[in-house]
């Protein structure tokens, strides 16, 4: 763009250089005149983030990683076939059976015991 530029002109952060004008460039672009020879016109917008979808995309499974089940994702995106849906919802629904075992052996000794010995009961004795 700029043939023969003084590495002065390098410095971001100083203003006035061409480096502070392109790091301070608004998001819609700027027009560039030089009267450098072997100049050439080029259009100079910001590069948008290439890969920002995908960086939405990680940043949403990730939120449903966070949900640890994948219903959503079957909700939402495509390319899912019926074999692949089922063996999700097999995993999802063997999370839960785990999880009701686990909530279920919590109740039962700290809750369940505890209502038993408020009605004067021998815990053990009612298994």
Known sequence: MLPNLPTS???PERE????????????????????C???DIKIAVPEVGRGF?????????????G??????????KRGFTEA???????????????????IK???ERQVFNQVVLEAR???RGLR
């Open 9 to 11: 002109e390098f410095d």
């Open 16 to 35: 006035g250089t061409v480096a502070y004008y392109l790091k301070h460039m608004p998001p819609w672009g700027a027009r560039w005149i030089s009267t």
């Open 37 to 39: 020879e072997g100049s």
């Open 53 to 65: 979808e995908a960086y939405v995309e990680n940043l949403t499974d990730e939120f449903i990683l």
């Open 67 to 76: 949900l640890q089940t994948p219903l959503p994702k079957l909700i939402i």
């Open 84 to 102: 692949s849906a089922k063996a999700a919802l097999e995993l999802v629904e063997r999370r839960v059976v785990a999880l009701q075992r686990f």
């Open 105 to 107: 052996r919590v109740v």
């Open 121 to 123: 009961f021998d815990p």
